[in-house]
C-alpha cells in the first residue's frame, strides 16, 4: 500500500510534517493508524540509513503502534516549530497555538531517545565512508535520527529557507530551494493562479 501523504522530496522533517495534508474534502492524517504508518514508514525508508521497507513490513502490530505515537508526537512538535519559523497563520493547518517551549522539548527527546551515531568504514585501496550506527532498534533509531536531522534544520540558517505553502487550502510545508519558488508543487501553483484568475474575472464581470 502506498501512503497517502504527499512526497515531495523534501528533507524527511518537512515529509513528516507534510503527513498532514488536504484536499478537496478536508484535512487529513496519513498516520491516523497502524497501516497509515506503516505505508508512510515504508516510503520514506529507503531515504533513511538504518531502515528498511521489509523491516517495516516485518514490525509487529504492537511496534508500530508505538512507531504511530512517536511518530505523531514527533510531527505535532515539528509543525509548531515550523508555524513559528514561518510564521504561518493557516488556520486549517491544525499547528494550534500550543507553546514553542514544548515543542522543542518534544523534538528534544525524540532526538535523544535511541542512540545513533555515525561511524567511518575504510577498507584499505577504497574510499572511506560513513554509515550510521544504532543502539536499539532500527525504527526506533529511524525516528531519532529524523529527529535529529530536524534539530539541525530548525537550528542553523535552513530554517530561513522553510515556507509555509500559500496554495488554497494547503497546509503543507515546503524548503524554498529556488529563488522562484512560491509553492509546494506545481499543482498548488495552478490552483493558486486558476483562483486568481477567477477572482480577476469575477470583479470584471461584476
Known amino acids: 500500500m ?3 501523504a504527499p512526497l515531495l522530496g523534501e528533507p524527511l522533517p518537512v515529509e513528516l510534517m507534510n503527513t498532514i495534508w488536504a484536499d478537496r474534502d478536508g484535512v487529513h492524517d496519513a498516520l491516523i493508524d497502524a497501516v497509515g504508518t506503516s505505508a508512510w514508514l515504508r516510503a520514506v525508508a529507503p ?15 504492537s511496534a508500530l503502534e508505538q512507531l504511530r505515537g512517536r511518530l505523531t508526537d514527533l510531527r505535532d512538535a515539528l509543525r509548531r516549530l515550523a508555524a513559528a519559523a514561518t510564521e504561518d497563520t493557516r488556520t486549517a493547518a491544525g499547528t494550534g497555538p500550543g507553546e ?21 568504514s575504510w577498507t584499505p585501496g577504497q574510499e572511506p565512508s560513513r554509515h550510521l550506527r544504532a543502539g536499539g532498534e532500527g525504527a526506533a533509531a529511524a525516528v531519532s535520527a529524523l529527529a535529529d536531522e530536524a534539530v539541525a534544520l530548525f537550528g542553523q540558517d535552513t530554517r530561513h529557507r522553510l515556507r509555509a505553502c500559500p ?8 524548503m524554498k530551494n529556488h529563488p522562484r519558488r512560491e509553492w509546494c508543487s506545481a499543482g498548488c501553483g495552478n490552483r493558486a493562479r486558476s483562483a486568481r484568475h477567477y477572482q480577476r474575472h469575477r470583479r470584471t464581470t461584476v
Open 167 to 174: 496554495g488554497p487550502g494547503c497546509v503543507l510545508y515546503f
Open 47 to 61: 531515504r533513511t540509513e538504518l531502515l528498511t521497507p521489509d523491516e517495516v513490513a516485518a514490525l509487529p502490530p
Open 100 to 120: 514553542l517551549q514544548e515543542a522543542v522539548a518534544r523534538l528534544n527527546r525524540a532526538a535523544g531517545d535511541t542512540p545513533h551515531w555515525s561511524a567511518l
Open 2 to 4: 502506498d501512503t497517502s
